[in-house]
C-alpha cells in the first residue's frame, strides 16, 4: 500500500472539507426547493395560489419574515449554483487541475462496478468532472469510457492530462455549445452499454427547475442505453426522493439498490459498517425502503442500478 506524503495527506484533508461542504449545501438547497413545492401545493388548496415562493414576479402575499428568509437563502444558491456552467468553469480554474472524488472512490465503488459493468462495455460518464473514477477503471481492465461534463475548462484539462490514456475519450464542444447532459443528442440513440453518474442529478436537483432538469437528464440517459444496458446512479438520495424520478413516464427500468457508508464512516459499536454492503435492499411495492430498515450511516450513499427493461 502506498503511503501519501504529507502534502497528499494535506490534500485529502482539504477535499474532505471541501466535499463535506458541498453535500451541506447540496442537500439544503434540495430540501429547500421540495419544502417550497409542499407549501406552495397547500396554499393553492387554499386559494392563495398568489403566494410567491420563488420571487420571478408573482404576485406577493407572505408571512412576516419570510421573504428575508428567502432572499437570503437566494443569495446562498447564486454563490454555489452547481447547475452553471460558469460555476464549475471557475471552479476548476481555482482548482488547478488537481483530482477530486465526489462520494466515494472508485477502491469502495468497485465490487459493485464489476458486478453489473463488464469490462468490454462502451461506458458513458456524465458529469466526470476532475474525479479519478474513469483513470482508475482504466487501470481495473475498462477499455471504453466516454468522459463529459458541462464545464469546457475540466474537459480542456483531461483532453490534454489523459492524452496517453488511449480508453478514455472526452469531447470538447465548440465554445457555443455545452454538453449538458439534460440534452446529449450529440450521441445517437443506444449507443452505450453503460451510463454512470456520481453527483451529477444531485447537482441538478438543486436548481429552481430541478424537477424538469432531472426528468430531462433520467430520458436521455435512458435513450443512450442500449436495451439491457445499466445506469449506475451514486447518490446522497434516498428512494424517497429518486424513485419517482426513476420510474417517470418512458422509462423502464428494474432497480437494484445499494446503500454504502461515507469512507470515514464507524459503526455504535466500534470497526465498519455491521451490514454487507453488498446485499442488496429490498424496496416496498411503493419503491421505498421498508419501515423496519435502519441506515448505520444517516449520511450514507445509495447506488441505484438500473437495468433498461424492454417496453
Known amino acids: 500500500m502506498q503511503i501519501p506524503d504529507g502534502r497528499q495527506m494535506i490534500d485529502y484533508i482539504l477535499q474532505d472539507k471541501l466535499l463535506r461542504n458541498d453535500l451541506q449545501i447540496l ?43 428567502m432572499m437570503k437563502y437566494s443569495s446562498l444558491c447564486s454563490s454555489y449554483d452547481y447547475g452553471n456552467a460558469e460555476y464549475w468553469n471557475t471552479r476548476y480554474l481555482e482548482e488547478a487541475g488537481a483530482s ?11 465490487p459493485f462496478v464489476r458486478k453489473f459493468v463488464p469490462s468490454s462495455s462502451r461506458i458513458l460518464m456524465v458529469g466526470c468532472g476532475n474525479a479519478l473514477m474513469s ?10 469510457i466516454m468522459n463529459i461534463d458541462i464545464s469546457s475548462v475540466v474537459i480542456d484539462i483531461l483532453i490534454k492530462s489523459r492524452a496517453h490514456i488511449p480508453q478514455l475519450k472526452c469531447i470538447l464542444l465548440s465554445n457555443d455549445m455545452q454538453m449538458d447532459v439534460r440534452n446529449m443528442s450529440f450521441f445517437l440513440d443506444e449507443t452505450f452499454d453503460s451510463v ?16 424538469f432538469s432531472a426528468s430531462q437528464m433520467i430520458y436521455e440517459v ?4 442500449k436495451p439491457g444496458g445499466i445506469f449506475m446512479l451514486i447518490t446522497y438520495g434516498d428512494p424517497s426522493v429518486r424513485i419517482h424520478h426513476l420510474n417517470q413516464p418512458g422509462c423502464c427500468w428494474k432497480i437494484t439498490l445499494y446503500i454504502i457508508p461515507r ?13 454487507s454492503v453488498m446485499e ?5 411495492e411503493n419503491g421505498l425502503l421498508p419501515p423496519e430498515y435502519v441506515l448505520e450511516d444517516p449520511e450514507s450513499h445509495y447506488i441505484y442500478f438500473c437495468k433498461k427493461m424492454e417496453g
Open 222 to 225: 435512458n435513450r443512450l442505453l
Open 280 to 284: 442488496p435492499v429490498p424496496l416496498t
Open 100 to 110: 477530486f472524488d465526489w462520494y466515494q472512490r472508485y477502491s469502495a465503488l468497485r
Open 196 to 211: 454512470i453518474d456520481k453527483g451529477t442529478l444531485d447537482s441538478l436537483m438543486c436548481g429552481t427547475d430541478d424537477p
Open 27 to 69: 442537500k439544503r438547497k434540495e430540501k429547500n426547493f421540495h419544502l417550497k413545492k409542499i407549501k406552495r401545493k397547500k396554499l393553492m388548496a387554499t386559494g392563495l395560489d398568489g403566494w410567491c415562493l420563488s420571487g420571478f414576479g408573482e404576485k406577493s402575499f407572505e408571512p412576516k419574515g419570510v421573504r428575508r428568509q
Open 135 to 144: 483513470e482508475d477503471m482504466v487501470n481495473d481492465g475498462y477499455v471504453d
Open 263 to 275: 469512507p470515514d464512516f464507524k459503526s455504535a459499536v466500534g470497526g465498519s459498517s455491521l451490514r
